[in-house]
């Protein structure tokens, strides 16, 4: 009797024991997710919290008079004139009339606000209109940089702030008067790559992706489902058909930085195509993201029932009818979403287009296939390199523009998958 | 023309190639008593006659554009007076993008010299020829084709069995373009590998312990011999994949044992989706984070604890990389999990197991050998990754293992090399190749291993 109540005990004890080792092993499990939820977290709020300020841009409003004298030209229309004239003073007279006690004297710490570019707005508001020459005229300019980062950051140890005592009391007051201001800043998703952080948009790097991945695209897919049908449908049971089977899988683990070595050995060294081209890059993106495609095509189409094809048999389809005319409308919901999951795999790809040469400074916004570009993601790592807190900032703001793209791509495949997909 | 408004000509003439043999068929059918005494639908007649304009035009088309680059290269070079003749490769690259900026406009004739100009005239010249030809040849094989395919229609004709082989066949090419990308990659890698294990002993390469790759451009130039001994990157290579296994692993493991056995559906059907984003974020941005967030705090919290740690420290980047590698490890073991038959689960927990002990006990043996196997994909994966080390890691090639210290890595080093003016038959160029030729390998092994053990482990419960 006392043996069965010792026993029973020990199992009692033991089963406390073995409770509470189970209560634990939970808790890691719970740990686990918990730290894999929180980097995202961290993640999202460190990009949103550096990012958030390059939404808005800094401007001066400012009562220009376009003197004739003051900048030494007479005729806005004689192209000659236009390169030697003085466009700079006008801008700076205008500044110090807004600034309260500033004299000629402060006149080089008053042009230190504006941006350097200004006057090149000015000139080519002439240029437009002639006959404002002579009149006076309000104009908005986008300020310096650095009135940009003192307006928004000031305060902020992580940026240093590169003006006087003297010229940030001006910016104080000429924010109180209204002749400084803060808006959307358009200038990002309206201009290319500049030198200047305050100038500098993603509208080149936009354009860029988007060629890149036309040509992704229009390769990838056709492509991807002709090679799925082939390997699903008509592929005989051999080894040349094995031997393509473990290629393509072996092709979705390869490196990406290994499909940007192919691109530079066979298009640009062997076929002497141009560097940096949005045609190469989508070329190389193509085969990089070939193999994805085809991997779910196949699953789509595997998914597909026998009973369609043996009913399209049965009233004699032959077998490419089987497939183009029934198979293939029924898996294409299941390709579309594989497409899409791959495209925003290829619109994150940075590495192989490295290698490309998809990284020059490039200012303009490309206008074809075989012009200069780069593309979003390279565009973050070109400014994340930068040691400008401003460029940081506008790299952080690119990141949420792609994270958008990439997540509406994959709310897009995920409504698809949900509208469009049959369950048999 | 250009190659893409010729594509969309020929894809023009393809359309009405399609027309003229759909009514062609038809009208053939006419005096038979109606289209019921052709061999095949009048739209056989038509996708045969397209097929016939469109793929040998498409063909030609194809081919031309991808080597009149190189062939108008090769002439331009060519006709250089024979002092001007480049001696080696990398001069001839020099040489050549002179004489296109001159052409485009980009370097103003006044400052290259008369030969390089003239040179810049015949390329335009013969770019402006090539397009010509290249136009006329693809509007004359698609037309003569075309109508070759057109005149042939007879009511006899089994056109369908006739589209629906060749159809076969492309579909073949496109399946088959598979082959030739890992041919392509193995070619490009290893020819180029080959060249530089001219320059430099193989044994160097492999065993030498310092790599600063930093050779003379010119050869009047006073520079260090350049040093090529890949064992530094190789171990950080490993030092920065083994920290984000450390991170990966464990995590991932853990939250695909949460999630599979112990969660709801509710808290599952919201959990996977999140971890899941974590691997559809761009490595860039991962990158990017890593750089200026966690490297900045990794050294200022090792500062304060009174340690000395690199801003560019290995456990920066392999932290990121492995938080990166999460959902990967996550979803395979979540899939192999899955697969370990109920039975044994219902055997186990009716034996009296708890639920932790069933699964440490019974499902995890079981399901080890298809865990290993996403380990090994995993552990690929971060060898194979570069934004983030790029972005994160250092460029001197330091043999340590201490992780707040700066190392290298074999894709940092393939991108520094590639990147930026270079020269394509020197040592340095090559290197990169010779360093993408071992990251291949390494990578192919390991997913060779990987995707055997997967498969065998899934045979053996189905």
Known sequence: ?424 | MQPANLFLVTIVLVLVAYGLGYTRSRSLAMPLGGIRHLKSLPFYYGARAALWCGIPALIVLALWAMFQGKVIQLLVIGSLPPEMMPASEGEASLLLSKISNVASGALPPGFAEPPVVEAAERLTALRQQSRWYMTVLVVAVAVLAGFFGWVRIRPRLNARAQVESTLKWIFFACAALAVLTTAGIIFSVAFETIRFFGKVSFFEFFFGTSWSPQTALRADQVAAEGAFGMVPLFTGTLLISAIAMLVAVPVGLLSAIYLSEYASKRVRGVVKPLLEMLAGIPTVVYGFFAALTVAPFISNLAASLGIDASSQSALAAGGVMGIMIIPFVSSLSDDVINAVPQTLRDGSLALGATQSETMKKVIFPAALPGIMGGILLAVSRAIGETMIVVMAAGLAANLTANPLESVTTVTVQIVTLLTGDQEFDSAKTLAAFALGAMLFLATLILNVIALHIVRKYREQYD
């Open chain 1, 1 to 424: 009797m006392t043996d069965r109540n010792t026993q029973a005990e020990i199992i009692r004890q033991s089963l406390k024991r073995r409770y509470r080792k189970e209560r634990r092993f939970r808790a890691y499990g719970i740990l686990a997710i918990a730290i894999a939820l929180s980097a995202l977290v961290v993640l999202f709020v460190d990009i949103i919290g550096k990012g958030h300020t390059a939404f808005i841009k800094t401007t001066v409003t400012l009562e220009v008079d376009i003197d004739p004298e003051m900048m030494y030209l007479d005729d806005a229309t004689d192209e000659r004139q236009l390169r030697m004239a003085d466009f700079v003073e006008p801008l700076v007279q205008a500044l110090l009339r807004e600034v309260p006690g500033a004299t000629e004297a402060n006149r080089d710490a008053v042009r230190d606000l504006l941006n350097p570019y200004a006057s090149n707005q000015l000139r080519d508001a002439l240029k437009e209109n002639p006959e404002l020459l002579g009149t006076t005229q309000t104009m908005t300019f986008l300020t310096h940089t650095n009135v940009d980062v003192y307006v928004k950051h000031a305060g902020d140890e992580d940026y240093s702030i590169k003006l006087s005592d003297r010229q940030q009391a001006w910016v104080d007051q000429l924010l109180d008067k209204g002749v400084i201001e803060t808006s959307f800043n358009d200038v990002l998703f309206s201009r290319g790559d500049s030198r200047d952080p305050s100038r500098a948009g993603i509208l080149g790097a936009i354009v860029g992706s988007l060629l890149t991945m036309f040509v992704t695209l229009i390769l990838s897919f056709p492509i991807g489902v002709a090679a799925a049908i082939y390997l699903e449908e008509f592929a005989p049971q051999n080894r040349f058909t094995d031997f393509i089977e473990v290629n393509i899988n072996n092709l979705a683990a390869v490196p990406s930085i290994i499909f940007g070595l192919l691109g530079l050995a066979v298009f640009i060294n062997l076929f002497g195509m141009p560097r940096s081209v949005p045609l190469v890059g989508g070329l190389v993106l193509t085969l990089m993201t070939l193999p994805t495609i085809i991997i779910s095509s196949r699953a789509a189409i595997k998914s597909v029932p026998p009973s369609i094809r043996e009913a399209a048999e049965g009233i004699g389809a032959s077998k490419m009818q089987v497939v183009l005319h029934h198979v293939l409308p029924l898996a294409l919901p299941g390709m579309l979403t594989g497409s899409i999951i791959g495209m925003a795999q290829a619109l994150g790809e940075t590495a192989p287009l490295l290698l490309i040469g998809m990284v020059a400074f490039i200012v303009d916004v490309p206008d074809g296939f075989l012009d200069s570009a780069t593309v979003l993601p390279v565009q973050v790592f070109l400014w994340a390199g930068s040691p400008e807190l401003a460029f940081i900032e506008r790299a952080s703001a690119a990141i949420m523009v792609l994270l958008a793209f990439l997540i509406s791509m994959n709310a897009l495949a995920i409504w698809l998958r949900k509208r469009l997909e049959r369950r048999w």
